[in-house]
T-cell receptor, first 116, second 112 residues
Framework: NAGVTQTPKFQVLKTGQSMTLQCAQDMNHEYMSWYRQDPGMGLRLIHYSVGAGITDQGEVPNGYNVSRSTTEDFPLRLLSAAPSQTSVYFC???????????????FGEGSRLTVL | GQNIDQPTEMTATEGAIVQINCTYQTSGFNGLFWYQQHAGEAPTFLSYNVLDGLEEKGRFSSFLSRSKGYSYLLLKELQMKDSASYLCAVRDGSSNTGKLIFGQGTTLQVKP
């Protein structure tokens, strides 16, 4: 059971380059999201999606794009990388609310990005 | 606005009990979560509270007071493997989704 899979696990970019972080889940979760984690800042929500074709901004969306063409996939695109985007990125998914269900998030293993 | 506060670091002794506090001020409330995160790993779910009171799960318990905007995570019989960061997160009141706002996390060091 793969759960939430993120690729790549490590990436080094130069300022101005673009790239896509991939996220896929095999649990049929409607909800998917991207967080970044920086020392002393905790996890901050970048973008999220409540289903295919629907996305919305979180706390820190600038510099990032997302799309949700299928239930399984939720890629995160860095359009023009900046050193301030050096971080660890986590993709997370959950079911939408079901009666008595907590809606806990399941996290991928993370992608460590360095922008030089 | 959204504000979730936790102590940055705590130290405790193996076999002891430790309480990690979390206070929150959010525009709405639809549940509070605790996650554990070991260094270099992904967060994993520990507990969930939506009603006032104590939820117990083995060595871990979590308490919630909605009127005070306060929660704590209680870890009993501490083990070395409990050294980790503990993340408090609140679900937005307007959402039935997993959309969570996290505190900065508390790094717990367990010493022999």
């Amino acid at each position: 059971n793969a759960g939430v899979t993120q690729t790549p696990k490590f990436q080094v970019l130069k300022t101005g380059q673009s790239m896509t972080l991939q996220c896929a889940q095999d649990m049929n979760h409607e909800y998917m999201s991207w967080y970044r984690q920086d020392p002393g800042m905790g996890l901050r929500l970048i973008h999220y999606s409540v289903g295919a074709g629907i996305t919305d901004q979180g706390e820190v969306p600038n510099g990032y794009n997302v799309s949700r063409s299928t239930t399984e996939d939720f890629p995160l695109r860095l359009l023009s990388a900046a050193p301030s985007q050096t971080s660890v990125y986590f993709c997370a998914s959950s079911y939408m609310e079901l009666a008595g269900y907590t809606g806990e998030l399941f996290f991928g293993e993370g992608s460590r990005l360095t922008v030089l | 606005g959204q504000n979730i506060d936790q102590p940055t670091e705590m130290t405790a002794t193996e076999g002891a009990i430790v309480q990690i506090n979390c206070t929150y001020q959010t525009s709405g409330f639809n549940g509070l979560f605790w996650y554990q995160q070991h260094a270099g790993e992904a967060p994993t779910f520990l507990s969930y509270n939506v009603l006032d009171g104590l939820e117990e799960k083995g060595r871990f318990s979590s308490f919630l007071s909605r009127s005070k905007g306060y929660s704590y995570l209680l870890l009993k019989e501490l083990q070395m493997k409990d050294s980790a960061s503990y993340l408090c997160a609140v679900r937005d009141g307007s959402s039935n989704t997993g959309k969570l706002i996290f505190g900065q996390g508390t790094t717990l060091q367990v010493k022999p």
